[in-house]
């Protein structure tokens, strides 16, 4: 699971170079990636917890 948290981490950074570059598609493409990855994270988390 902790490969998920390092790949929201990689999309959050390209979403915050990208905008920053003037990118504002590929950043919030890159930040809708970044949010879904963390909240499987999270439902995968609470899932290991539960079993």
Known sequence: MADLIGLAVVFLIL????????ARGIAGFSMTIAKWLVII???LAIISLIL
Not at 15 to 22: E, F, H, M, Q
């Open 41 to 43: 994270f999270v439902v």
């Open 15 to 22: 979403a915050l170079i990208a905008y920053i570059l003037g």
